[in-house]
């Protein structure tokens, strides 16, 4: 979020300078150089360090599912911009408990604005303010949420014919809302229709100028993929173009091009190469260029977090627009390859697949590509597909639990579980449930043979001896279903000595500590 001085508003939150009107903004005096040449890591949509989540990310725990949660903020979003008390509606966002949602919560405060007249729709910057300053909305949310809104402006403006540029607005850094380097990324198309729809003044040359500059970087980005990549098969003559131009903010754009250029699934002339391969496998080898020059980028240092969020989250958008007019999903495998590809390469990270899936970006075939994307890189993804929380977690123990007691494989428990990343906590919790599942089907031989066979590969002695500890720690709340837990847990425990996963010495204490 960008930082600005502020003067203070009867609420007590900074009170900031509202959107003004394109031909008031100071596009041109805050930019002392390029756009193209501003970056900031404040523009990345996943606020991620690792490329997939590990057992020290805990899941999301809400209060609320997301459903429930979408629900209730758009009805606070409507008593908001009729009562505009902030330190209310601060309050009410934080009894939600639901702050891994908040991207939503500002798409939807973002959304709802546009629908409000000029002196009611400068309201929601003052309470987006507030949530940053309370740490109920990261900079990240912020930034996926106004994301939503630019992938679906061109249906805003079909409700609100002013929303583009409205949107353009809210990136003023006198706004003090988002990061002003986001104006380089905006799509063309979009700036192109703010440009068109204000008068020529200081504002509208700005962006004109600007477009220009994007368009030229766009035309010989494209000549340069052609020429290196897909005619030679080498990333090195676009990797010094990049350095030459020296245009960071459009680098985006790479990742864009790139991979729109591997949907083509026709022969190139000038690429000989490409004749030997069939319309499917041709795409499948240009997928695995593209992907591969997009890795020695990153290497490079020319792409950067930001780059290839924004980049795929743009890709969804066009492509996912193309499958809709054009009534065809001939498409849809390959995105959904681009995608599988990018994460399992660590380009792109497993939280952006979850997050992005949740927001709806691309709509309802962008959802179910990033869905079918999750289920085919299950080592990074497993741990936040589905819900991505909490809920969800217990379901894949759950269901982890239910087929092994079916298959009896312990080669696919440990599977699941490798692709779970459970922290030691988890993993208690998880034998925890599989000893209860076991005695409640008369079935313990069965998942002691798992443990037995899994100690040391998934699980350790502490945390075996831990799950039969949290049985007898949670045996008051579970004798109301399972009657017998008590004796059960007993015999358990003898059998579980017998097998070596427990040291005699437990017998004792078990003993002595549940007569």
């Not at 490409?274 to 240092?301: I, W």
């Not at 079918?372 to 589905?386: C, D, E, F, N």
Request: glycine share 4%; with cysteine.
């Amino acid at each position: 979020m960008a930082t600005k001085t502020a003067c203070f508003s009867d609420h007590g939150f900074p009170r900031p300078s509202p959107a003004q009107p394109l031909d008031e903004t100071d596009l041109d005096s805050e930019m002392g150089l390029s756009f193209a040449r501003q970056i900031s890591p404040n523009c990345r949509l996943v606020d991620c360090k690792v490329p997939s989540p590990t057992c020290a990310d805990a899941p999301d725990d809400t209060r609320l599912e997301f459903k429930d949660f979408k629900r209730q903020a758009q009805s606070l979003s409507c008593e908001f911009f009729c009562s505009q008390d902030v330190r209310g509606m601060v309050a009410s966002v934080r009894s939600m408990g639901c702050s891994p949602f908040h991207d939503e919560l500002a798409a939807c405060l973002l959304r709802a604005s546009l629908d409000q007249k000029d002196a009611t729709r400068q309201a929601v910057i003052p309470l987006l303010l507030a949530l940053h300053e309370e740490e109920l909305m990261s900079t990240a949310q912020l930034a996926r949420g106004f994301e939503k809104l630019v992938l679906s402006w061109e249906d805003l403006q079909l409700d609100v014919p002013g929303a583009p540029g409205l949107l353009v607005s809210l990136l003023s850094s006198r706004v003090g809302l988002f990061d002003k380097s986001l104006f380089a990324r905006l799509p063309e198309d979009l700036l192109s229709k703010v440009s068109c729809d204000l008068p020529s003044n200081l504002a509208q040359r700005t962006i004109h100028t600007h477009l220009e500059e994007l368009r030229a970087f766009k035309t010989e980005l494209h000549t340069k993929i052609q020429e290196h990549l897909l005619r030679m098969g080498t990333a090195d003559g676009l990797v010094a173009w990049l350095r030459e131009e020296c245009k960071p903010a459009f680098h985006h754009e790479v990742v864009v091009a790139a991979c729109l250029c591997s949907f083509d699934d026709k022969p190139c002339p000038d690429a000989y190469w490409t004749s030997c391969f069939d319309s499917g496998d041709l795409r499948a080898e240009k997928c695995r260029m593209v992907l591969d020059a997009l890795v020695q980028l990153n290497a490079e240092q020319l792409l950067s977090e930001t780059d290839v969020q924004i980049g795929f989250s743009r890709v969804l958008g066009i492509v996912t627009t193309e499958m809709e007019s054009t009534e065809t999903r001939r498409d849809f495998t390959h995105l959904v390859a681009l995608l599988r590809g990018a994460v399992e390469k660590e380009l792109l990270a497993a939280q952006f697949l979850k997050l992005a899936r949740r927001l709806g970006y691309g709509g309802p075939l962008g959802m179910q590509a990033l869905r079918w994307a999750q289920r085919q890189t299950p080592l990074h993804s497993r741990r936040v597909w589905g819900s991505g929380d909490l809920r969800q977690m217990r379901a894949e123990m759950h269901d982890t639990i239910e087929e092994y007691f079916d298959s009896h494989s312990t080669e696919e428990m440990a599977q699941v579980i490798e692709e779970l990343h459970l922290s030691s906590k988890e993993q208690v919790t998880f034998l925890r449930k599989l000893l209860v599942a076991s005695m409640e089907r008369g079935a313990q031989q069965v998942a002691l043979h798992a443990m037995e066979e899994l100690l040391g590969f998934c699980w350790t002695d502490q945390e075996v001896e831990g799950a039969f500890q949290q049985i007898r720690d949670i045996e008051a709340d579970l004798v109301l279903d399972f009657p017998e837990i008590r004796e059960c847990t007993g015999n358990l425990v003898k059998l579980a000595v017998q097998r070596g996963l427990l040291k005699p010495s437990y017998l004792a204490v078990d003993a002595t500590s549940h007569v």
